[in-house]
């Protein structure tokens, strides 16, 4: 009886044990995840550029909150606020408040909502702005931002926009990125970027791109334009360069070029380079009369005496008339007397 009573008594507690565990478990509710999944929603609205919210379970009413992407919020603010401003003065205080107040680390993002977003025209202009900016201070991240852009028209504007300033600060880094880039046609837009930065600053390293790149009028006047900076701090040289130039026509503009930058250290030397070396034609007497400009600033009685040797003709005409203006305004009564025998 003892044993049969023992064993009653242990089936009794198993079975309470099994109904208490069934009571607690019917009354334990799931525990929700208090943030569900977040949306994302995009949208050409400037002031919706991107929205981040995530709603918190109605089990936490008290935490019910909505977070937004900052930066997105701020861009949408400010196109708001340019299109609502008419005062160019006013418009450009935005802007500049709004670049003022960014980070270097969030250009990139910036970019990256400005590249499907933003109203036509401002969007495009705070592209070219921070990009400039993003160059200044890290252009090698730029370079990568901008190599992943697809091809159009803002990829075109960011990469002459790191181009010019990169081209300022490290000309050498800008050379050696230009020359990096697989497509031909950006290749050579971007090295153009280069060179004209770099026409005052390093005129040898312009030429010196200038030659490799596609024969056209832009090519051309490049190289005329580094070749007068070189002549006018050292011309001897640079005409010496320039007459090696195989094009005739070519040759010939960037001579006269050299032969205009040269009249402001030593216009006798620079008349005689126009006289001797550059075709009888309007080139040529563009030239001389540029040079007549220079020289009767500096000797007017010698360049009217050089002058005088003109024969007549519209050259002689043209040079006379700018040596008396020249002249005229450092000692008009010298002017008026060589005027009256020599009209």
Do not use: C, Y
């Not at 380079?273 to 040079?291: C, W």
């Not at 010698?302 to 007549?312: I, R, T």
């Amino acid at each position: 009886m003892r044993g049969t009573s023992l064993w009653l008594w242990l089936a009794m507690a198993g079975l309470l044990t099994v109904g208490i565990w069934q009571m607690f478990n019917s009354n334990t509710e799931k525990i929700e995840s208090p943030l569900p999944a977040q949306t994302l929603r995009t949208t050409t609205q400037p002031s919706e550029i991107i929205r981040i919210s995530a709603n918190i379970s109605h089990h936490h009413p008290a935490a019910s909150v909505e977070t937004v992407n900052p930066l997105a919020d701020r861009l949408g603010e400010l196109f708001q606020n340019l299109q609502a401003e008419d005062d160019p003065m006013k418009r450009e205080e935005l802007i500049n408040g709004f670049l003022a107040g960014l980070k270097t680390e969030d250009i990139s993002a910036t970019l990256d909502l400005l590249k499907n977003a933003g109203p036509a025209g401002l969007g495009d202009d705070l592209s070219r702005r921070l990009v400039r900016r993003w160059a200044e201070s890290n252009p090698q991240d730029a370079a990568a931002w901008v190599n992943n852009l697809p091809s159009g028209n803002q990829r075109e504007a960011a990469l002459d926009n790191l181009a010019i300033v990169w081209a300022d600060s490290q000309l050498t880094n800008a050379i050696s990125w230009g020359q990096s880039l697989t497509d031909e046609g950006e290749r050579n837009r971007a090295l153009t970027v280069v060179a004209n930065e770099a026409v005052r600053t390093d005129p040898m390293a312009t030429l010196q791109l200038a030659v490799g790149l596609p024969a056209d009028s832009q090519r051309d006047d490049l190289i005329r334009r580094a070749a007068m900076e070189w002549a006018s701090g050292n011309a001897s040289n640079a005409v010496a360069w320039t007459e090696q130039i195989p094009d005739e026509t070519l040759r010939a503009k960037v001579l006269a070029g050299d032969a205009v930058a040269w009249a402001e250290q030593d216009p006798q030397s620079a008349a005689i380079l126009a006289v001797k070396e550059l075709p009888a034609g309007r080139l040529q007497e563009d030239t001389v009369v540029s040079i007549v400009q220079r020289w009767a600033q500096q000797q007017p009685e010698a360049a009217a005496a050089w002058v005088a040797q003109f024969p007549a003709g519209p050259m002689r005409e043209a040079a006379i008339e700018n040596l008396v203006v020249q002249w005229a305004q450092k000692d008009p009564a010298a002017a008026q007397q060589w005027l009256a025998g020599h009209s």
